[in-house]
């Protein structure tokens, strides 16, 4: 398991189509296949123990975060993966690396721009606390009161709209609108149940994904989004949904689940 230096990350615009798809639609992909679906978020890294809000730039895992995938891929070890799909940046390809060389057999491993995180343009690499202050002064709120401030405007706007808010403040004009990420989200699920579908048999299909904090959160709207907290998950926690077969409806079986880095 290696974790080198990440290659500059350029904004990618990704193609995807213009209508976003509903839970059951989702599920019809799956063409009547059981499918289950293990959501993990990469490991520790400098940015996250520093707060600095980190995108789709990358830093290096922390030993802390070499301890988690360790945790995790123990616990994952006894499980068998048709498939495997990961975000295409460091942390993530690190992380699926990681929990892969405990599986025996290991499934096909697919690196995927579509499950990156968020892209927030030209905040990329600065203190969070800056960017938040800076969301809070634009809803009118005072700094000072930063924690109280982001729940209120969380109650007014929505998630939503504090992305929004961030991606309108970015100089850059690269940060993605929270839109524009879902319709992400529902195109890297089209691409995973689809595939799902096509393994050979009729027994459920386990497919690993291995993706960010907030587009993990994304992800989970699609499919179960009444049930969906507004929280950031722990780094290298699963998160499990699940499809029966002959269902459209999925099923958020575990949320967050984190293995002891300890044992």
């Not at 699920?189 to 595939?195: G, M, N, P, T, Y």
């Amino acid at each position: 398991m290696t974790d080198q230096p990440a290659e500059p990350q350029q904004t990618k615009t990704v193609q995807t189509d213009a209508e976003q798809h509903l839970p059951e639609e989702l599920a019809a992909f799956a063409n009547g296949r059981a499918v289950r679906l293990r959501i993990v978020r990469h490991a520790e890294t400098e940015h996250n123990v520093n707060h600095v809000l980190q995108g789709v730039s990358d830093s290096p895992i922390t030993g802390s975060g070499r301890e988690q995938i360790a945790a995790v891929a123990e616990h994952l070890s006894s499980e068998r993966f048709d498939l495997a799909f990961s975000s295409d940046l460091q942390r993530t390809r690190t992380t699926a690396e990681g929990i892969l060389a405990a599986l025996d057999p290991q499934p096909p491993l697919e690196h995927t721009a579509l499950l990156r995180e968020w892209n927030f343009g030209a905040h990329e690499e600065r203190p969070a606390a800056d960017v938040w202050g800076e969301v809070i002064v634009e809803h009118g709120f005072e700094v000072d009161r930063e924690l109280s401030a982001l729940r209120t405007i969380g109650e007014q706007v929505g998630w939503r709209g504090l992305f929004d808010t961030i991606a309108k403040l970015d100089s850059s004009g690269q940060a993605e609108q929270a839109a524009g990420t879902v319709l992400r989200a529902d195109a890297a699920l089209e691409h995973v149940i689809r595939a799902a579908a096509a393994v050979p048999g009729e027994e459920q299909v386990e497919v690993l994904l291995v993706s960010h904090g907030g587009f993990i959160t994304s992800l989970l709207r699609q499919l179960v989004p009444e049930v969906t907290p507004d929280v950031i998950l722990p780094n290298c926690s699963v998160t499990t949904v699940s499809l029966a077969a002959g269902s459209l409806e999925w099923q958020l079986d575990a949320i967050g689940e984190v293995a002891d880095a300890r044992a």
